[in-house]
């Protein structure tokens, strides 16, 4: 009995110490992955119908005459956050696909809207450089400009035959603006596809419900109240 518990022990301090090792060599080769991992970027993306995400801002541009035009507005912004351990690394905020409600209640997708990355305060068509974690940064997502003044910029202006000119249009902030204005859309109800993604961090998709009545408010609370909200689903 004594030496069958003896080589028993033996065994088992062999079996540990194999083992141990074994641990210590995972640990050392894998360390670095597993730290990555552990601490990798973990973006996310959201909004509140309130400043600092969303609120009333003067329009500025050129009128072709050396003079410069000013209109009342509202920029709608969504923020990107990284609630992991390390930073996210050339960030970019891609809207994908674009779907209308219709009579009938469902959505079908519009099919002139072409996908593109939305834009933020820098060079276009560049992401942005990092996001630090717990520091959330902006992207714009769309603005609406009072219509009594929009027509002063073509580039911001659309008819439609059943939308009068006195209601406000949706402009979004994309990156790429074809000459069809496909980035302009009447009043209606909207669910936009977004991909936040970063070169070490994988993408997140997330559906942005958009809805626009027509009616412009000079009150900033009023207009976020009745004539435009905007939710992730």
Excluded at 40 to 59: A, E, M, N, T
Excluded at 63 to 77: M, P, T
Excluded at 103 to 122: H, I, R
Aim: aromatic share 10%; net charge neutral.
């Amino acid at each position: 009995m004594f030496t069958c518990s003896a080589e028993c022990a033996q065994w088992a301090q062999a079996v540990a110490t194999i083992f141990l090792g074994l641990v210590a060599v995972f640990v050392a080769v894998f360390q670095d992955a597993m730290r990555a991992w552990i601490m990798r970027p973990k973006l996310d993306v959201s909004i509140d119908v309130k400043p600092p995400d969303c609120f009333k801002v003067p329009c500025r541009g050129p009128s072709g005459q050396g003079q410069e035009l000013v209109a009342d507005s509202y920029q709608l912004s969504l923020r990107v956050v990284n609630n992991g351990g390390q930073r996210a690394e050339l960030v970019e905020v891609l809207a994908s696909k674009l779907e209308r409600q219709q009579p009938d209640d469902s959505f079908k997708e519009v099919d002139s809207f072409f996908p593109t990355n939305l834009v933020w305060a820098g060079p276009k068509g560049v992401p942005f450089p990092a996001i630090s974690p717990d520091m959330p940064k902006r992207w714009n997502l769309l603005h609406i400009i009072d219509p009594q003044k929009r027509h002063v910029w073509p580039t911001e202006d659309r008819q439609w035959s059943d939308v009068l000119p006195a209601k406000t249009i949706l402009s979004f902030d994309v990156d790429l603006k074809p000459n069809t204005r496909s980035y302009l859309l009447p009043p209606g109800r909207y669910r936009l596809l977004v991909a936040v993604a970063a070169a070490n961090a994988k993408p997140v998709w997330k559906t942005v419900e958009i809805s626009l009545t027509g009616d412009w408010y000079d009150d900033e609370q009023t207009m976020f109240s009745k004539g435009v909200s905007v939710r992730i689903l």
